[in-house]
């Protein structure tokens, strides 16, 4: 059988205020055109189906929509675990219901392995795990388990002990393997080297479908991280193709296929001039921008010069007067709340034209001015 491993959708993200609601309307409309096109058995999702426990109704409609134009349009079988920004009994809501229809979803670990048994293949389902959930599921084990590394390996050894012989093992978690090349959008990844487990403790799968980090890439030879559909971070993720991996469970070899952005990510660097002059390609200028100006301040007005020349421009940076050399990032909404508020304006003005800091007596009577000035419009 052909099984589709993605992970990672983050539905509901914003980067800063800008919802990034039509990208991901566009990655599921691409990855549904995949299953059809690749003639996909199954589809795999391995965590951070959602960015918060509690989701958003925006999001939980484009997962509602996904998941019902594949497993009941398609009639393709769905297999999802909770990541660790999944709210694990929300998203498995009604799953003993849901199962009967072919969305297999785990939320929470169980004491029994959760599989999903097909022809030629089993899927095992293990969702984000903790040392204490493993020790609360477990608590015979309680003693065994010291550490992240010992948690996974007592809850793989029952899934490995529960193998059906003569069928593929495909387990599907949400873990954050050492060595494995993170981004900056991986935000659970700070959290260091705690939380990391060696690739060794799923030795024995077919194969292993990742998710948490967001970098495609091969762990090892059977371990895979499919990465995100789409970038959420500047940086590292611009140049990043970001894919579905498609794996046949008879000869087990895969094939990455690409999945196209709505909005790709550059930031574009140089002088205030040359980065209202780019050199860049047009799906570049009109994709997410982030602008670096070497050799000016950004106000309001050179703001509106960069929106111009960048209509989707989510990030500026700027130098700043407080050292020769430093520099102030500024997203756009902070930029354009400016707009809004007066007495934010005139200290950002005291800052960056003037150089000083107002104190409440310089804010005062700017307040002032500003009643006695709008008295007179009124
Ligand atoms: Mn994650």
Redesign the pocket.
């Known amino acids: 059988m052909r099984l589709l491993h993605t992970s ?1 959708w983050h539905l509901g993200a914003a980067d800063g205020e800008r919802s990034l609601n039509e990208d991901q309307r566009f990655f599921i409309d691409e990855i549904i055109r995949i299953i059809e096109r690749e003639k996909v058995d199954a589809v795999l999702i391995a ?2 189906v959602y960015d918060r426990s509690v989701a958003s109704a925006e999001a939980i409609r484009l997962y509602d929509d996904a998941v019902t134009r594949i497993c009941g349009d398609l009639g393709v079988p769905v297999c999802i675990i909770a ?3 999944d709210g694990p009994e929300r998203l498995s809501t009604c799953s003993g219901l849901l199962s009967w229809v072919g969305l297999h979803i785990a939320g929470a670990l169980t004491r029994s392995p959760q599989v999903v048994s097909f022809d030629d293949a089993e899927i095992f389902l293990l969702p ?1 795990i903790t040392e204490e959930k493993v020790k609360s599921v477990f608590p015979e084990e309680r003693d065994a388990v010291s550490g992240i590394e010992d948690a996974y390996r007592v809850a793989v050894n029952r899934m490995r002990a529960a193998f059906t012989p003569g069928k593929r093992h495909i387990l599907i978690a ?1 873990a954050f393997i050492t060595n494995a090349e993170t981004s900056t959008s ?1 935000r ?1 990844a700070e959290i260091g080297f705690a939380m990391q487990v060696p690739v060794s403790v799923f030795d024995g799968f077919d194969y292993v479908a990742l ?2 980090i967001h970098k495609p890439q091969d762990v090892s030879p059977t371990v895979r991280y499919s990465g995100t559909p789409m970038p959420f971070s500047f940086g590292r993720e611009e140049g990043q193709e970001k894919s579905v991996t498609i794996v046949d469970t008879q000869t087990m070899s895969r094939r990455i296929v690409p999945v196209p952005l709505l909005h790709r990510r550059t930031t574009i660097t140089g002088t205030f001039s040359e980065v209202l002059h780019p050199t860049c390609s047009e799906s570049e200028r009109n994709g997410y921008v982030r602008a670096v100006v070497t050799d000016s301040y950004l106000g309001l007005e050179a703001l509106s010069e960069l929106r111009r020349v960048y209509p989707n421009l989510l990030e500026a940076n700027g130098r700043t007067f407080e050292s020769e050399s430093g520099s102030v990032t500024m997203t756009v909404q902070e930029l354009e709340r400016l707009a809004d508020d007066p007495v934010s304006v005139f200290r950002y003005f005291c800052r960056e034209e003037l150089d000083v800091s107002p104190d409440e007596r310089l804010t005062g009577l700017f307040e002032k001015a500003m009643a006695s000035a709008e008295g007179v419009q009124a």
């Open positions: 990672d965590g951070d990541g660790n920004h984000w949400h991986d659970a998710g948490h």
